[in-house]
């Protein structure tokens, strides 16, 4: 995968990155998103700027991450059940592929990534699906998550 210089910052941080093949355009990370089992729907847009439709999923968690310390998240995280599983699978823009990426890296760089994303919003989730989290974009900072993540 390659990377612009401006976000070559992402390749001294995180210790793998690998794309798998897949396009996330043209609603492509949606149909990744919903082959796993996550519900995604445009509905929910207007209400949390989500993609993912979270009034589909139970349990459902939800904090505002702007008012809490990098740390503190990143802690949280670690202490959380995402840690159960090696890998998550993103998609940080329109011009590159899904990818893999471990799941310690995030934990530790998780601002980062959402900076390479633009703060759009960011999901990820794990190759099954089973654990799954967004953050919406800049304007509403939520975390969503159907695990608990804040203590």
Known sequence: MSFSKSQSFL???ITSIETINIDGSDDG???FL???GIPVSNEYWSIDHSIVNWNQVSPHFQ???ERVEEIDLSNWLLNSRITDFQFLYTWLNYVEPIIKI???DFVSYWQDLN???GWEGLVLTTESGELFLEFTDDWKTHLNSNFQIKP
């Open 11 to 13: 390749l001294d941080k």
């Open 29 to 31: 990370f949606e149909k």
């Open 34 to 36: 919903k082959a796993r």
């Open 63 to 65: 904090f505002n991450f």
């Open 102 to 104: 471990r799941t310690n």
């Open 115 to 117: 900076i390479y994303s």
